[in-house]
């Protein structure tokens, strides 16, 4: 099984941004999933893209404000979160699937591995 370690999170003001960064040794031959779960809610896949990098998505939630992107040449996903508001605040996921080459979906039972996850906390 993959292992996945999320970095970035922390503390920010509304309206900050953050960069949070998926990584693994072989995280290039996965497609990738960001998720969130905010406390008393259910996890909310945010974001994935296809391991050739070719497919995004976004929940409507967070469209214009997130953006995924992967860089082959380090084996990382980041995560660029902006206009960072409250409602953000969770433990953010990522998570890995063998079978997403050429498309990309945030349902979670697709994902094979999944990271511990990094806080996310919007507060002033």
């Known amino acids: 099984q993959l292992q996945l370690v999320e970095s970035g999170g922390g503390l920010v003001q509304p309206g900050g941004s953050l960069r949070l960064t998926c990584t693994a040794s072989?995280?290039?031959?996965?497609?990738i999933g960001w998720f969130r779960q905010a406390p008393g809610k259910e996890r909310e896949g945010v974001s994935c893209?296809?391991?050739?990098?070719?497919?995004?998505k976004y929940v409507d939630s967070v469209k214009g404000r997130f953006t995924i992107s992967r860089d082959i040449a380090k084996n990382t996903v980041d995560l660029d979160i902006n206009s960072l508001e409250p409602e953000d605040t969770a433990v953010y996921y990522c998570?890995?699937?063998?079978?997403?080459?050429?498309?990309?979906?945030?349902?979670?039972?697709?994902?094979?591995?999944w990271g511990q996850g990094t806080q996310v906390t919007v507060s002033s």
């Open positions: 998570a890995a699937s063998r079978v997403m080459r050429n498309h990309c979906s945030t349902d979670a039972p697709k994902f094979d591995s």
């Open positions: 072989t995280l290039n031959l996965y497609g």
């Open positions: 893209i296809s391991s050739r990098g070719t497919v995004k």
